[in-house]
């Protein structure tokens, strides 16, 4: 069974320019978590699918990330327009309940100069 | 306020000893605390979870404890090995939601 997938596993970009991140997570689990890790901090939680539906996106840091998981299938994060603390580690997860363990793809790197 | 707090120092640990990590929290009141594992460019990887109502958890070599009045949690390792060189997080969930909320993780460096 494959696990949790994310792309890309790194991302270079200047500051203004927009990055999309995508998530796989594993077949049949309908939870879906995004996560984010800066520099010398702890894993944030910035939200919750339930299948195509935000269940919640209170982590959310404002309005420039957008998630989406059309099909409650993958899903994707954007940041427009990137500024430089965004940069840090994004992580997925995805679990097959809500509250039980969750699976975590490797992580994508973000970098914003 | 509220906060979650590992050793941020880095514990080592003879082979063959068992290594004990520790995980507090302030002003949380959790469903459950579950354990993970982080290696170097990696995402980390569920070990344990144990809910509020249960005092003690085992899985092979680990062990984990929960004390809501002591409002901690224990990871031990017994039998340590090299190869159980990672960072260490915990993370706790309240009822009302789904999120997880972490601690910022123990480094554990087994020497042989």
């Known amino acids: 069974e494959a696990g949790v997938t994310q792309f890309p596993s790194h991302s270079v970009i200047e500051k203004g320019q927009t990055v999309t991140l995508r998530c796989d997570p594993i077949s049949g689990h309908d939870n879906l978590y995004w996560y984010r890790r800066v520099m010398g901090k702890e894993i944030k939680f910035l939200l919750h699918f339930v299948k195509e539906s935000k269940q919640d996106e209170s982590g959310m840091p404002n309005n420039r990330f957008l998630a989406e998981r059309t099909g409650g299938t993958y899903s994707t994060l954007k940041v427009q327009p990137a500024e430089l603390e965004d940069s840090g580690v994004y992580f997925c997860a995805s679990s097959l309940l809500a509250g039980a363990e969750q699976f975590f793809g490797p992580g994508t790197r973000l970098t914003v100069l | 306020s509220q906060k979650i707090e590992q050793n941020s120092e880095a514990l080592n640990i003879q082979e063959g000893k068992t290594a004990t990590l520790t995980c507090n929290y302030t002003?949380?009141?959790?469903?459950?605390l579950q354990w993970y594992r982080q290696d170097p460019g990696r995402g980390p990887v569920f070990l344990l979870l144990i809910r509020e109502n249960e005092k003690e958890k085992r899985k092979e070599r680990l062990k984990v404890t929960f004390d809501t009045t002591l409002k901690q949690s224990l990871f031990h390792i017994t039998a340590s090995q090299p190869a159980d060189s990672a960072t260490y997080l915990c993370?706790?969930?309240?009822?009302?939601?789904?999120?997880?909320?972490w601690g910022a993780g123990t480094k554990l460096i087994i020497k042989p």
């Open positions: 002003n949380y009141s959790p469903a459950y």
């Open positions: 993370a706790l969930e309240e009822d009302s939601n789904y999120q997880l909320i």
